[in-house]
């Protein structure tokens, strides 16, 4: 074993050790339906050699933690974290978890967007939505979107989400868009906000909204707002704080549990950005499912 591969067991093996410490094991606390984002722990599982490393000892830790499914975000044609779906399904299954969901895309080039052609594009969305399927997935999202720079380049997104939601909807699998903070920003030459915009112009059969309740406080905006201006658009939620969750003071996630519960919620994922440095990536996370659990406002499934 070389120099670098061993310092990373090391770390990797530091943070299983701490995440165990952040429950006692006396304390029972209720199960519920928590799913993570699997980009919360890209240091210690991100991409393809530190699945192969690290995923059997991460997966069985997050069970452990009272996760019950994970959403990934390391999708590439065939490939999910470098392993075929169906390889990443039963990864997850032996540790108790479910291949629930995935951030993955095809962006348009501006060539696409300039032509409204998105014939190369859904020929990508065939092989994706085929591999999203055999890995056992419910859910697809978009993580992010170009933003456009005009009224007319705003309506060829939505056409594009559209026929995306289409496809996916023909195969069994629903289609979402994740929220950052660029969408509460006004289109190009307009007075239309983005998201409004994009939720308005797209079928609600087609698509729903993955709302990231951190980044709409952080741009100025009410998750609970938007939740209840849309209702049943919003279902899911990423459950996100500037590091662990109510630690920060600026999210208040009760209302926005209650609001959504009347809003469609089918599921929540809990993504993490990193931490403040006082410890590990899989110590937040474990403290991010001890929360949710102990939170009386959320219920065991939405489902």
Not at 13 to 32: I, V
Not at 125 to 143: C, F, L, N, R
Request: charged fraction near 25%.
């Amino acid at each position: 074993m070389n120099y670098k591969s061993i310092v990373l067991t090391l770390a990797v093996c530091s943070a299983f050790a701490g995440c165990k410490q952040a429950q006692p094991a006396e304390e029972q606390l209720p199960d519920k339906d928590l799913s993570l984002q699997l980009y919360s722990i890209r240091e210690v599982i991100g991409d393809s050699a530190l699945y192969a490393q690290n995923h059997e000892e991460v997966l069985k830790q997050l069970g452990e933690m009272g996760y019950k499914s994970v959403e990934a975000a390391n999708y590439k044609p065939g490939k999910f974290y470098g392993v075929s779906p169906e390889q990443f399904k039963a990864d997850c299954e032996a540790a108790g978890l479910k291949a629930l969901s995935s951030h993955t895309t095809r962006v348009l080039t501006p060539e696409e967007i300039a032509n409204h052609d998105f014939e190369d594009a859904m020929k990508w969305w065939d092989q994706a939505i085929a591999d999203h399927k055999a890995a056992g997935m419910e859910y697809i999202v978009t993580p992010w979107s170009t933003m456009p720079a005009s009224m007319e380049e705003a309506q060829t997104l939505c056409d594009y989400h559209n026929a995306i939601g289409r496809k996916c909807n023909e195969a069994g699998l629903k289609y979402g868009y994740h929220t950052h903070s660029q969408e509460f920003d006004k289109i190009g030459g307009s007075d239309k906000v983005w998201m409004e915009y994009l939720v308005e112009n797209t079928d609600p059969e087609n698509m729903f909204w993955q709302l990231d309740v951190y980044l709409a406080v952080k741009a100025g905006e009410s998750p609970v707002e938007y939740i209840k201006k849309y209702p049943g658009r919003f279902a899911m939620l990423h459950i996100k704080d500037k590091y662990e969750l109510g630690q920060s003071g600026m999210v208040n996630l009760e209302p926005v549990f209650l609001a959504a519960a009347d809003s469609g919620l089918e599921y929540y994922v809990v993504e993490q950005e990193g931490t403040d440095g006082s410890h590990s990536i899989m110590e937040g996370v474990a403290m991010d499912a001890d929360y949710l659990r102990k939170a009386d406002y959320v219920k065991p499934s939405y489902k």
